[in-house]
T-cell receptor
């Protein structure tokens, strides 16, 4: 079975700071990778996804993530965060071939104005 | 940490039957629960949001009479797929949270309709 580890439980940044949230997974086969965001009081929304091709994936709101296969990592990045990026971020892994998603525990991002 | 238990993990049934999936928060009170559906090679799609003691709020395109959601207590929500057909085969994942706390996911239920 696959597992997902998000190293940072709570990250606090000032506006305009750069962001990198770590995500590592363990699974023996090929996977699809996702980052989801949950803003306060709202449900989960998809930020970006990787299925194949270019390992650098760009998502909404200026977010990007890089899939490094050798490191089993899919870290989320944003060059300059805004106060509105304050949210919970979840990394998820789905084995290719209709497997279910496994989620990390989430990282809470707080951006100070 | 907080745990959300989803049962069953896999169910196979004949077309036309109804299937109930349970989502329980084991060590916290879940004032809000979410039900998601995941098709192969796709991301999660929110089906509905349920708050304890009130009717669920369904997303556009989700049939209320097809997918019955009950959130009768602070630790249990159920999703019943009524008169299931093969196109209802999918992964169904619930999540739960108390107000002001992070969201915790169940392990999902794989539904296969023959």
């Amino acid at each position: 079975a696959q597992s997902v580890s998000q190293h940072n439980h709570h990250v606090i940044l000032s506006e305009a700071a750069s962001l990198e949230l770590g995500c590592n997974y363990s699974y023996g086969g090929t996977v699809n990778l996702f980052w989801y965001v949950q803003y306060p009081g709202q449900h989960l929304q998809l930020l970006l996804k990787y299925f194949s091709g270019d390992p650098l994936v760009k998502g909404i709101k200026g977010f990007e993530a890089e899939f490094i296969k050798s490191k089993f990592s899919f870290n989320l990045r944003k060059p300059s965060v805004q106060w509105s990026d304050t949210a919970e971020y979840f990394c998820a892994v789905t084995p290719k071939g209709a497997g279910k998603s496994t989620f990390g525990d989430g990282t809470t991002l707080t951006v100070k104005p | 940490g907080a745990v959300v238990s989803q049962h069953p993990s896999w169910v196979i049934c004949k077309s036309g039957t109804s299937v109930k999936i349970e989502c329980r928060s084991l060590d916290f009170q879940a004032t809000t629960m979410f039900w998601y559906r995941q098709f192969p090679k796709q991301s999660l799609m929110l089906m509905a949001t349920s708050n304890e003691g009130s009717k669920a709020t369904y997303e556009q395109g989700v049939e209320k009479d097809k997918f019955l959601i009950n959130h009768a207590s602070l630790t249990l929500s159920t999703l019943t797929v009524t008169s299931a057909h093969p196109e209802d085969s999918s992964f169904y994942i619930c999540s739960a949270r108390d107000s002001g706390t992070p969201q915790h996911f169940g392990d999902g239920t794989r539904l296969s309709i023959l």
